[in-house]
Structure formats: C-alpha cells, structure tokens
C-alpha cells in the first residue's frame, strides 16, 4: 500500500519556479514556435489575406506543392547505429564557397508586401547564419541595397530573361558588378501561372484598398501601420508597377526564351551560372554538355504549371546521368529540416528554402527569419544525429528510402 504524508514546503519549493514572464510579445511569439508549420499559423495570424495568400498558394488546384510536400513526407530513413555523433559538421560548398547550413534562401518576388523589412531581412539573417541570400529581379530591394545589408556574405541573384533584354543585361551586370557570385537564369516562367487566389482576391501590386481588405485590416493594424509608414512598395529593378502579379509576369516575360538567352547571359556574368527550373532528365543532361555550373531542380513552388513534376522525385535519376558534371541543387516544398537531410542523402549539393523564410518574416520581421533558420539548423542537425551520420558528405541514398504515393500506371 501507498504511504502518503502531508508536503513539507521544503518539499514543495523547488517545484514553485514559474518561468520568468517575456513581455516582448514577439519574442514570446517565436520563441513558442517549434515548427515551420507554427511560423505559419502566426503569419496568417498577422498577415492580410490578400498578402498572406500571395505568399502561401501556388497554381490553379495547388497540386504541384500539395505533392511535393507529401513526397518530403513519404520517405523512410535507414539510421545506421554505434556511431559518434557527438559533434556534427553541416556545412557544405556550393557553386565555390562555403554555408554553414545545407540550405539557404531562394528568391521571392514582392518581399515587401509580406512584412516591411522584406529582403533586408533575408539578407542580413541569412549572412548572420553563413547561408546565401537570393535576390529575385521581382524583389523589393535593389541589388545595391542588398549588398550593402550583407556586404560580407554570400549573395546570389535570381534572373527572368524579359522581353526588353536590355533590363535582363544590365541586371546582369549591376549583380556581377555588386559582388554576387551567383546568378539563377530562371527557365520556368515564359508565362505566368494561373494563381487563382491572387485573382479571387483582387490582388495587385501594388495593394488596392476595397471593402473586403478595409475589413480583414481591422485585426492587423500593425501591417497596415509599416505598409503605409514606410516606402511605398515597388519593384526595385523593375519600373512597371500596376495590376495582378498575372498581368504584371505578362508583359515582363518573355515566351521565346531559348538557350541563345543562356550564352549571352553567361558571357555577362562573371560568376557561377546556375539554371533555375529544370523539370526533366533530358534537359539536366542538355545543360551538364553546355557547361552551366549548375541547376536548381524546382517546378517555382507550384505556382507556375500545376501537376509540375516533383523535384524530389527526380533528384536521384537527375543525380545519377549528371551529379558528376554540375552541382544539383532542389527547392519546392521544403517545409522541416529532414527534408533538406533527405534531398542531400539523395545526392543533392544543396536545398532553398522559399515560403519557409517568408513565414517566418510574416511572423516576425528579421527575428522571424532567424527563428526559421534556427528552427530548420536544429532539425538538420538533429536528424543528422539520429541516422548517425556526423557530416553530409557521409549522407548516403541509402539512409533513405523514397515512398511511393503516386505510382505511374503501366501503358
């Protein structure tokens, strides 16, 4: 039988420490945030719709990302056991330098819009933490502007070739002037995708007041304060501002982009020349015989063709025909640190992380993007410690096996 007394205080006194109450409420936001998925509960949270939608939805029925995010899912990791673990090594080298973190931050268009601090924050977490930044030529931040933030981290930027390929050249050359080393010659954009959110939502560039975003203001008034206190929104590269993200991408894009565009590009620019947007075997290998320093597996997000392939499931047969020849990079749906572990075991270089910094930037400003890579840097190296593996380069495709949700039917 159980003998029970009365507590002593001395007893009970060790147990009565309350912890110490943070009245900073954003702080006390992030620190509560263990996940992406909760950076993306508070951004909605603090986010107008319109903006928050932009940010979060892809093209037409959003299967492209719906299935690139199940494929992170669908995976099974093989943990090797008896293993020193008590330091792990997560840095890596990409197209000629060094990040402390297998990821780093891809290009977003409109940055602003989310939360004011917009590529500056990006750029000036993303130095804090060792990991690139890429600038987008829809970003909200000019080349010189984002120098200037992280003068001494590593900088890339992000290119759509434009009908005026005049535009296209001079950024080109203003990003390798400003010390990027860099560029992303983005091939999956001719045209823009159908994001039916955006058109549901009478979303433009830049924002129009109606009754509907006059009402959903009413809860966010502090989004509403920096975005009518702080210079106005507007492309940063780009002089043409007015209409849906649709009709802007339309008269900006051009369909009859060709590898012509990609040697003149690679003539202008004096760093490493990655293509950005491959979607199949034939053209990784295309791209490997040209000599491009690199692609970036990636189907935009979901947001340009929906029922896009799923970078993740071509990184192994695109590793194997061309991961001897060029860097491999994979973006789309990254949303835990295990995925980034996975995409590297699979061969791989290197991860971009997209709506995951902008939640944490709706969330928070800079210290949202820093809880991001913080959160994403724990996983990483927890998972890493789990499977038993103490650097990447000893991350194998046998530490994962991919699961198959979707399976092609015979024809």
Not at 20 to 27: I, L, M, Q, V
Not at 115 to 136: C, D, V, Y
Not at 241 to 255: N, R
Request: proline share 6%; aromatic share 8%; hydrophobic share 40%.
């Amino acid at each position: 039988m159980v003998q029970r007394q009365l507590p002593k205080p001395r007893d009970i006194a060790p147990l009565m420490k309350f912890k110490k109450f943070d009245f900073n409420a954003s702080r006390r936001r992030l620190s509560a945030a263990l996940t992406i998925e909760d950076l993306h509960k508070i951004a909605k949270r603090r986010t107008p719709k319109a903006a928050f939608d932009y940010t979060d939805g892809a093209a037409e029925g959003e299967f492209s990302l719906t299935r690139a995010r199940e494929a992170f899912q669908d995976i099974e990791f093989n943990p090797s056991i008896l293993r020193d673990v008590s330091e792990v090594d997560t840095s890596c080298e990409i197209f000629g330098g060094r990040s402390a973190l297998p990821f780093g931050i891809a290009p977003t268009g409109f940055t602003r819009l989310m939360q004011t601090e917009g590529e500056i924050a990006g750029a000036t977490a993303a130095g804090a933490a060792g990991i690139p930044f890429t600038l987008s030529t829809l970003g909200t931040t000019s080349i010189e502007a984002v120098k200037q933030a992280n003068p001494h981290g590593r900088n890339w930027f992000q290119l759509y070739v434009m009908k005026d390929r005049e535009i296209s050249y001079a950024l080109t050359e203003r990003a390798g002037k400003a010390g990027f080393d860099t560029l992303f010659f983005t091939v999956d954009t001719p045209v823009a995708g159908a994001r039916l959110r955006d058109k549901r939502n009478g979303f433009s560039i830049p924002p129009q007041l109606s009754l509907g975003t006059v009402v959903n203001a009413i809860p966010r008034p502090w989004w509403w304060y920096d975005f009518l206190t702080t210079p106005p929104l507007e492309f940063a590269s780009l002089s043409s501002t007015g209409g849906t993200v649709g009709e802007l991408l339309d008269k900006a894009m051009d369909p009859s982009i060709s590898f012509d565009d990609l040697k003149i590009i690679r003539d202008l620019f004096p760093g490493k020349l990655v293509v950005k947007g491959v979607q199949n075997v034939e053209d990784a290998k295309k791209l490997a015989s040209l000599g491009v320093d690199g692609i970036v597996l990636s189907n935009h997000g979901g947001r340009q063709l929906d029922r896009a392939p799923v970078p993740f499931h071509l990184l192994p047969e695109v590793v194997r025909e061309v991961g001897e020849d060029l860097e491999v990079t994979i973006d789309t749906g990254i949303m835990n640190g295990a995925d980034i572990v996975a995409s590297m075991a699979l061969g791989a270089k290197f991860t971009l992380i997209g709506r995951a910094y902008l939640y944490g930037l709706m969330a928070g400003g800079r210290a949202g993007v820093d809880r991001t890579i913080e959160i994403l840097a724990d996983q990483v190296e927890r998972t890493m410690k789990l499977l038993e593996v103490p650097n990447l380069a000893e991350l194998q495709p046998k530490h994962v096996t991919q699961l198959e949700r979707l399976v092609p039917r015979a024809r």
